[in-house]
């Protein structure tokens, strides 16, 4: 069983920064893709940034330019540098591992950013 252990989320002022963490347990972090979702209450999960196994990645529109994801499979670390961070960007953001043809979610950290 995989598990993956969110932190990093906080209260930041707008146009501050925060970076959050995802750490996975297992060997399987290395084959998988990593991806962070955020979602607020009473709407979908929505896609945020997506890093492939080789390092590829997407971005939402509404966060390219701002945000980072990257990976350290030393670590089965999957990281989210938030800069330049809006008021909008509040949510509770979510990890998801993607491998072996399943997929697991940690448990959310929340993101407050004030005006």
């Known amino acids: 069983q995989v598990q993956l252990v969110e932190s990093g989320g906080g209260l930041v002022q707008a146009g501050g920064s925060l970076r959050l963490s995802c750490a996975a347990s297992g060997s399987i972090f290395r084959r998988s893709g990593m991806a962070w979702y955020r979602q607020d209450p009473g709407n979908q999960r929505d896609l945020v940034a997506y890093?492939?196994?080789?390092?590829?990645?997407n971005y939402a529109d509404s966060v390219k330019g701002r945000f980072t994801i990257s990976r350290d499979n030393a670590k089965s670390t999957v990281y989210l540098q938030m800069n330049s961070l809006k008021p909008e960007d509040t949510s509770v953001y979510y990890c998801?591992?993607?491998?072996?043809?399943?997929?697991?979610w940690g448990q959310g950290t929340q993101v407050t950013v004030s005006s």
């Open positions: 998801r591992l993607d491998g072996d043809g399943r997929d697991y």
């Open positions: 890093i492939t196994v080789g390092r590829r990645t």
